[in-house]
């Protein structure tokens, strides 16, 4: 695994940052954002991936089948459903992206790996419904600040697009112009927590935390209903969070 050095920020000063640093009309987010040193265009061709999902809905096979094409070098797969990562499973890989349809094997371990994994300079993609009561992951993930939501979302599902976007030019919404995504939470926002873009009911999408390294995806990867530019959604908060 890469361990990327961190530059860790409370989110209010980030936020004043990205407002105060060169404002320009023609200067976007990620701009300003990759200036500072903040944040980068993301590069999958450079990324590991670590899948650790469960095998519903069109399962982790499909993720690997639509990642592939983006250069990803590495898509392991991990059910989350059946066990549990250790945090020297889980430092094989630059970036970790996980949901949940149903239980985790064990939510609390897996949210205490993820947090010393993200310690030790990994990047982590929450998808639904890792913020989803009932369904959440839990540990110190959650439990001390990691993760840009809270674990309170909730449905019902419906065919959503992309609605407003807050940060405009940010690497994460990079060729990500209209989508579809049936099965969704919507969690609120946590401290700290910065909002990319939401769907076009208001519903939260994807949100990062202050060192970017932590994405909340407010889809379910093997959504059978996707479209649009959905998996390149997908493929842009793993490699922002990688290498961030």
């Known amino acids: 695994m890469n361990l990327k050095g961190k530059i860790i920020l409370p989110a209010l000063l980030l936020g004043a940052l990205l407002l105060g640093a060169g404002c320009g009309e023609e200067t976007s987010v990620s701009d300003r954002v990759d200036e500072l040193g903040l944040g980068s265009v993301p590069d999958p061709t450079v990324t590991n991936v670590l899948i650790a999902g469960q095998t519903n809905l069109d399962g982790m096979a499909a993720v690997q089948t639509y990642l592939t094409p983006f250069g990803f070098p590495v898509l392991d797969t991990f059910d989350n459903n059946s066990g549990t990562p250790t945090l020297a499973q889980l430092q094989n890989y630059d970036v970790v992206i996980l949901w949940s349809n149903s239980s985790f ?40 600040g990691y993760s840009p939501y809270n674990i309170d979302g909730s449905g019902p599902f419906s065919n959503q697009n992309v609605g407003s976007v807050d940060q405009p030019g940010h690497p994460i919404m990079e060729n990500v112009v209209t989508l579809n995504a049936y099965y969704r939470s ?41 479209g649009g530019d959905f998996e390149t959604l997908v493929a842009n908060t793993l490699a922002f969070a990688a290498w961030n």
């Open 105 to 144: 094997s064990n939510a609390t371990l897996f949210g205490d790996n993820l947090a010393d994994y993200v310690d030790s300079g990994g990047g982590v993609v929450l998808a639904a419904f890792a913020h989803h009561a009932g369904t959440s992951i839990l540990g110190r993930i959650i439990s001390d």
């Open 186 to 226: 919507a969690p609120t926002m946590a401290a700290g927590g910065i909002s990319i873009a939401n769907f076009d009911n208001g519903a939260p999408m994807v949100a990062v935390t202050a060192t970017g390294n932590v994405v909340g995806l407010e889809v379910i990867p093997p959504d059978p209903n996707r």
